[in-house]
T-cell receptor, first 116, second 119 residues
Framework: AQSVAQPEDQVNVAEGNPLTVKCTYS??????LFWYVQYPNRGLQFLLK??????LVKGSYGFEAEFNKSQTSFHLKKPSALVSDSALYFC??????????????FGAGTRLFVKA | GAVVSQHPSRVICKSGTSVKIECRSL??????MFWYRQFPKKSLMLMAT?????????EQGVEKDKFLINHASLTLSTLTVTSAHPEDSSFYIC???????????????FGPGTRLTVL
């Protein structure tokens, strides 16, 4: 069965330090991978995606993610965290081979807390 | 990027009444729309998927007669919670995939969500 795992409920990091939010997936073939961010009482904002091509994907707000097919991971990274990055982050995966190709599976979410 | 709006952002209603939530794609045509429900500190639960002009496809365990979804145009989908009860209180989020504007057909764009409280 397809699944997405975000092993950490919360990640704490000091402002200015690099951050990593982990994501692993279980989808056969070549899935589409996404990261979204959610601020309190708001919907999800798209950060970045991997469809094909370069394994390092750059997205909004200085975030990037690295696709690692052998480890089936798609970790979100940022070289220097900001307090304003504190939010809930969701990893998502979609198998484009599925009929309709649009059913996206979301991870449980990781809360990022950046301390000043 | 592509923008999806939801209205209202917050609604409080009495038990037994019906509530309609609107979801609009502002700068692209939403060929497929999704409705999610999110519980506190939980991930998103897909309720249903709808294609413009077609009946919605509901996920297992979601009551079709209670959560009425209409996707009558390429820019509007509505979710009506009928005979709402306190256990229906939740954060409802819509999203869309489509064409046109700055949208990308492989990316879901999300609305800001609607907080429903049923007294």
């Amino acid at each position: 069965a397809q699944s997405v795992a975000q092993p950490e409920d919360q990640v704490n990091v000091a402002e200015g330090n690099p951050l990593t939010v982990k994501c692993t997936y279980s989808v056969s073939g070549n899935p589409y991978l996404f990261w979204y961010v959610q601020y309190p009482n708001r919907g999800l904002q798209f950060l970045l995606k991997y469809i094909t091509g370069d394994n390092l994907v750059k997205g909004s707000y200085g975030f990037e993610a690295e696709f690692n097919k052998s480890q089936t991971s798609f970790h979100l990274k940022k070289p220097s965290a900001l307090v304003s990055d504190s939010a809930l982050y969701f990893c998502a995966v979609r198998d484009p081979r599925v009929t309709g190709g649009f059913k996206t599976i979301f991870g449980a979410g990781t809360r990022l807390f950046v301390k000043a | 990027g592509a923008v999806v709006s939801q209205h209202p952002s917050r609604v409080i209603c009495k038990s037994g009444t019906s509530v309609k939530i609107e979801c609009r794609s502002l700068d692209f045509q939403a060929t497929t729309m999704f409705w999610y429900r999110q519980f506190p500190k939980k991930s998103l639960m897909l309720m249903a998927t709808s294609n413009e002009g077609s009946k919605a496809t509901y996920e297992q365990g979601v009551e079709k007669d209670k959560f009425l979804i209409n996707h009558a145009s390429l820019t509007l989908s509505t979710l009506t919670v009928t005979s709402a009860h306190p256990e229906d209180s939740s954060f409802y989020i819509c999203s869309a995939i489509g064409v046109g504007g700055t949208s990308s057909t492989d990316t879901q764009y999300f609305g800001p969500g609607t907080r429903l409280t049923v007294l």
